[in-house]
């Protein structure tokens, strides 16, 4: 009966052994399902707010859209279909020259052409066709016409990034845009894009007065945003900043 | 032998086969899903068996065909909680094995002697391996709910507590009775002294009836707390 007794302590050892590793199993299953699960959740939410910073970044643009929509009506159809009234009146009160109706004439068009250029930038299908390189364009002209700033582009013919993330890469620019003009008084910018395979590279580089990088405490709603919207992208997002100008340097995935 | 004791030996597999049937039971009146329909008929047959098997001398029969039973009843489970078509057809084999193996010893002449190890390790084998397709099934689907309120898992992990805690028992058991039944010392006192062993497998089999229970109350009272995660 020794022998039994032997094996079958060697058997209750063996069976201990194989129920502790079948609880470890269970146990380590459950910790990493757990983890698993948790990583789920972050991307879900990430994805939320990517859905809800793309919602935010239509409504601004939307909302920027109407406010230029605004003074283009006042400041130049209003000014040119004021200056078309005005000669109608000359021509009533005094008879029109031929030379006075061409003027009317000319004035009369290029309210038309004006009102058909807004009717262009008003259609509601912009956004479904929209072009990172050729708003950061307009953007750039727009601010260049203040006198104040020079904008220099550097880009690819075309960025592979998904209409929603053109959108969002837009707002990051032009809020480094500016912050670069508004606190930094830069008076010339370079925006630079360049892409391979795997990856798309920005760098803003203004000649401003530059900021202290490690001081978070001055560190305004813009720069928050722009990091806020990198990491949305699933980006990078670093500034390097002295007395010669601030420069910014984005990396986002492709 | 108190009556506790023989309570013990004879009727500890039905008792804890009762409690399983009971758990499915009430677990269908929220998850009329088939696969626990079928266990709740697989536990209902096995708590029948082994309460004969209590009773009846040799029962040896009784548990080759709770060994077969067994495999038909986990494997349809199985079957039904897999996705994947390649983890089906496993368990399709699976039961066609357990199956053929079954009809190999039904057809022999003699009746059954000693305990039919190899079955039962084949039992084990096939549920332990099903249990780790299981979890891998988990770990490519993953759901927003916490695991710990899945049912389907802490079935699973009982089965796979069971039969990986009871594989030595399953696998030394018959050659033991050989052994012991080939000695010149086969008297009552040994017996009983072997059938400890099998005491030991039946704590098991009770302990994985809890772990059922445990985790059906642990998961009623989660889902009650709304701030529980």
């Known amino acids: 009966m020794d022998i039994l007794s032997q094996e079958i302590a060697i058997i209750v050892v063996g069976s201990a052994f194989l129920l502790f590793v079948a609880v470890g199993m269970i146990v380590l299953f459950l910790i990493y399902q757990k983890r698993q699960l948790k990583f789920l959740l972050e991307k879900k939410e990430l994805s939320n707010q990517f859905q809800h910073e793309l919602l935010k970044t239509r409504l601004e643009a939307q909302e920027e859209a109407m406010s230029r929509l605004g003074s283009e009506l006042h400041d130049n159809i209003g000014q040119l279909l004021g200056s078309a009234k005005l000669l109608v009146g000359v021509a009533e009160r005094s008879g029109a ?114 900021f202290d990088v490690n001081d978070h405490s001055i560190e305004g709603v813009g720069v928050t945003n722009i990091r806020h919207r990198v990491k949305l992208l699933g980006g990078q997002v670093s500034w390097q900043s002295g007395p010669a100008g601030t420069h910014l340097f984005i990396n986002l995935p492709l | 032998m108190t009556t506790f004791q023989f309570f013990l030996h004879n009727f500890s597999e039905p008792f804890c086969y009762g409690i399983c049937f009971l758990l499915t ?47 038909i009843g986990i494997g349809t489970y199985f079957y039904y909680t897999f996705i994947s078509t390649i983890k089906r057809r496993i368990v399709i084999v ?14 022999r002449a003699d009746p059954p002697k000693v305990f039919d190890s190899m079955g039962f390790v084949i039992l084990s084998v096939g549920v332990v391996l099903m249990s780790f397709l299981f979890m891998h099934q988990i770990l490519t689907n993953v759901t927003e709910e916490p695991l710990s309120w899945n049912f389907d898992f802490w079935f699973v992990s009982s089965q796979l507590f069971y039969h990986l805690g009871s594989f030595f028992v399953f696998l030394t058991y018959g050659y033991l009775t050989r052994k012991l039944q080939s000695s010149n010392d086969y008297s009552i006192e040994n017996r009983m002294y072997l059938s400890q062993l099998w005491l030991g497998h039946n704590v098991l089999l009770f302990l994985s009836a809890l772990f059922i229970g445990g985790s059906m109350l642990w998961i009623f009272f989660r889902k009650k707390l709304p701030s529980s995660l």
């Open chain 1, 97 to 210: 020259s031929p030379e006075q109706f061409h003027v009317l004439d000319d004035t009369i068009s290029k309210a038309i052409q004006e009102l058909r250029a807004l009717s262009k930038s008003l259609n509601t299908e912009w956004l479904e066709k929209f072009n990172w390189i050729d708003n950061l364009r307009t953007e750039a002209n727009r601010l260049m016409a203040t006198k104040e700033v020079t904008i220099t582009l550097l880009h690819p013919s075309l960025i592979n990034l998904s209409l929603d993330r053109q959108l969002i890469l837009f707002r990051i620019a032009q809020e480094a845009l500016q912050n670069g003009i508004k606190h930094g008084k830069a008076s010339h910018i370079t925006v630079q894009a360049e892409q391979n395979e795997s990856a798309l590279t920005i760098s803003i580089a203004d000649n401003g007065k530059g």
């Open chain 2, 25 to 71: 039971l009430l677990h269908t009146r929220s998850d009329k899903h088939p696969k626990w329909r079928a266990l709740v008929a697989y536990y209902f047959i096995a708590t029948l068996l082994m309460w004969k098997a209590g009773y009846s001398y040799p029962n040896l029969t009784l548990y080759n065909l709770l060994c077969l039973l067994s495999s």
């Open chain 2, 94 to 107: 699976y039961v066609i094995v357990q199956s053929a193996y079954y009809l190999t010893d039904v057809f």
